[in-house]
């Protein structure tokens, strides 16, 4: 009888068959069913504690991700480059250029405009980021980084790129672009497309006749360099360029006719990459401290990013402008392998000076230094730091460690500068501060201090205009040793006269354009428009 209502409760709870059934029996003992109840103790706990803990585990994980689905911001995973992997899509949507409303005023058709177009979609620049425009032909052991304002031109940006390639620069190092626009117009892209052909077919054509560049008053053709014998010790052992290491087939930035990479020992040259400042620097760590940060300020927040991603594969840096600015010379080929030294320049303006506007007149009556740092730094100095001199920001040339703690000195300044300003109004000129870190500060370290070297303009290879005064006969273009500038800066600035920038201007274009064997064949745009967007200093060259 006892074992008939063991098993109907068995079967009363057939879920369950490790529970014990305890009858009482008529000799007043206890027992289990089959004898077997005290053994099912021990199991019976170790499954339901199995099953807790996984029913727990299963509802963590699903918290979690409902938390982040829920908390995720679309617009931030089309910022931060941090989650391409995650969110791959970001690198076609992030390419898509912005088409300008008037092509014509650039002298290119629409089908060049869209070839420049389909070139950028291609293939980005390093670690998903950035715009492949051309590949290099291998690994170069100098970088090249040059920013565009938001007054920067097309023609700016095409006198810049026309001059570098033509003082062969390229041959030794990449250069890099910083965009201050999201998307980039694609005026500025045509123009990198643009030259870049150019160069090709001036290259080409030189190779062909074996002819050595024609010496122009300004500007000097190299077309040896990029064809000389490479070594290792000049260019490192490492082969392949860091910049678009995937090769698309097809692709026109890897794929360059008989100028491929496969033809090193003839042919070499760096790459052109671009990177937008938002996508360097996506949450814009400057708009904490002022309204609206000009791309004078942030880009040296951009350059302490970049310059830490390729510290390991360059030996030196030129940090440049590209508004005003004509390359004239390789200023690197000066710098020997293990050459550590940081060269800056003066620019001809004391800290006492006015800053100038776009008429040349100034802008306020207080020194430039003052408007920066305010009235209690400056009547706090003596009178020779008032004195001293200015030194650009437009130009820097040294070795990679250097110039990339001046940078990281740079950003940190510049915050330090705008929480002195308690309107958030962002200042337009940082030279100031750079003067300031270089006099009156330690922040830049002795290791840095002890390889620096402050040059004056137009007494060294970067003739920085418009400069000290000088003498009626004294060329603008010549040192007194009759040696030619590296680099032509200032162009724009307000102190440069309208004959003087347009005397400039034109021997620059009677160099590009007035020579039989670099004529309208090379350059297409020769005969249409005045480089720089100046119309006063076209002159037809015949």
Not at 135 to 164: I, N, Q, Y
Not at 349 to 378: C, L, M
Request: charged share 25%; hydrophobic share 35%.
């Amino acid at each position: 009888m006892n074992e008939s209502a063991l098993r109907l409760a068995r079967k009363a709870s057939p879920s369950m068959p490790l529970l014990v059934v305890e009858t009482s029996m008529s000799d007043g003992k206890s027992l289990s069913s089959n004898g077997r109840g005290s053994g099912c103790k021990v199991p019976c706990v170790h499954r339901k504690v199995k099953s807790a803990i996984w029913l727990c585990s299963g509802i963590l994980f699903c918290t979690v991700v409902l938390f982040v689905l829920v908390s995720l911001d679309p617009s931030k995973v089309s910022e931060d480059p941090r989650l391409l992997v995650t969110f791959p899509y970001r690198i076609r949507n992030h390419l898509v250029l912005e088409r300008g409303s008037d092509r014509s005023k650039l002298g290119y058709d629409s089908d060049a405009m869209d070839e420049a177009q389909e070139e950028v979609l291609g293939l980005p620049a390093l670690e998903g980021m950035g715009m492949l425009f051309r590949k290099g032909t291998r690994a170069m052991p100098e970088l090249v980084v040059a920013h565009l304002s938001e007054t920067t031109t097309p023609d700016d940006l095409r006198l810049f790129l026309r001059g570098l390639h033509r003082s062969g620069m390229p041959a030794r190092a990449d250069i890099v672009l910083l965009f201050p626009w999201r998307p980039l117009p694609l005026e500025f892209a045509a123009v990198i497309r643009h030259e870049d052909h150019s160069f090709r077919r001036l290259l080409a054509k030189f190779r062909k006749t074996h002819q050595g560049g024609d010496l122009g008053k300004l500007s000097v053709f190299n077309p040896s360099a990029y064809s000389r014998m490479m070594s290792i010790s000049d260019y490192g052992k490492r082969q392949e360029s860091i910049w678009g290491k995937v090769n698309h087939v097809g692709n026109a930035s890897v794929s360059n006719g008989d100028d491929n990479a496969g033809n090193e020992g003839r042919v070499h040259y760096g790459a052109i990459v671009g990177f937008d400042m938002q996508e360097l620097d996506p949450d814009d760590a400057l708009s904490g401290f002022l309204d609206s940060p000009p791309a004078t300020l942030r880009r040296w927040v951009c350059y302490q990013i970049l310059i830490g991603m390729v510290r390991h594969r360059y030996r030196h840096i030129l940090l440049t402008e590209v508004t005003g600015v004509v390359i004239l010379k390789d200023v690197l080929s000066s710098l020997k392998k293990k050459d550590t030294s940081l060269h800056l320049y003066y620019t001809g303006q004391r800290w006492s000076d006015s800053e100038s506007g776009s008429n040349g007149n100034a802008t306020t009556g207080i020194p430039i230094v003052e408007s920066v740092y305010g009235k209690t730094f400056w009547n706090s100095l003596e009178d020779e730091d008032k004195t001293r001199k200015m030194i650009s920001t437009s130009v820097m040339v040294g070795g990679i460690r250097q110039v990339r703690s001046v940078t990281t000195a740079m950003a940190t300044e510049i915050v330090r500068v705008a929480l002195l300003h308690q309107d958030r109004v962002a200042f337009r000129v940082d030279s100031p501060i750079l003067s300031f870190l270089v006099h009156k500060s330690s922040s830049l370290g002795k290791k840095v201090a002890s390889h620096l070297q402050v040059h004056e303009s137009g007494a060294s290879i970067v003739n920085l205009l418009p400069g000290p005064p000088r003498s009626a006969p004294f060329d603008d273009f010549f040192r007194k040793s009759d040696s030619r500038f590296s680099i032509l800066q200032g162009l724009q600035n307000g102190g440069v006269s309208q004959d003087r920038r347009t005397k400039i201007l034109e021997s620059l274009r009677k160099d590009f354009c007035g020579s039989a064997q670099t004529g309208v064949e090379v350059y297409s745009d020769c005969y249409l428009q005045p480089l720089a967007g100046h119309t006063d200093s076209t002159k037809t060259v015949s």
